[in-house]
């Protein structure tokens, strides 16, 4: 099974209640007056220190993986060894970084390490670029329809 089919399930999970909290403690925060719909979703959400689209989108992303470290303030989640039980000889380890507050294409960094079993061992081998291009993707697409979500709410 290739790299990208390990991720080819990664952008069907369904939105949590985080982001339905997230929304309720703005609504919260309105004191009475009433604000446009907009402001819920703007493109900088810095509740937590990093984009919350971002953040909520990468641990969605990432949801099937054990985490090793997910650290919203420094906007890090780190990921353990996966190995899909369809083709346990391979596993792979990714690294998200959020670099800014703002929902941006270039506040995201993914980086990926992959083995392969070789006598009994695990071997280091490279990484395609797609695989890392396509959870950027899949990342990017699931911040932007949370953030949909929630100017349409």
Do not use: H
Request: with cysteine; aromatic share 4%; charged share 20%.
């Amino acid at each position: 099974m290739s790299q990208l089919s390990v991720l080819a399930s990664l952008g069907r999970r369904p939105a949590t209640l985080a982001l339905l909290g997230l929304a309720a403690l703005g609504l919260a925060a309105c004191g009475g007056k009433e604000r446009p719909r907009a402001d819920l979703a703007a493109s900088q959400v810095t509740t937590i220190g990093v984009n919350s689209y971002l953040w909520r989108a990468s641990l969605d992303a990432l949801s099937f993986m054990p985490l090793l470290q997910a650290d919203s303030s420094g906007g890090v989640i780190i990921t353990d060894w996966y190995a899909n039980p369809q083709n346990p000889n391979e596993r792979m380890k990714v690294t998200v970084s959020i670099l800014d507050r703002d929902l941006r294409a270039d506040a995201l960094r993914v980086a990926a390490s992959r083995q392969v079993a070789q006598g009994g061992t695990w071997v280091d081998a490279p990484v395609e670029a797609a695989t890392v291009q396509k959870l950027e993707e899949v990342i990017l697409t699931r911040a932007r329809d949370l953030r949909r979500s929630a100017i349409e709410g």
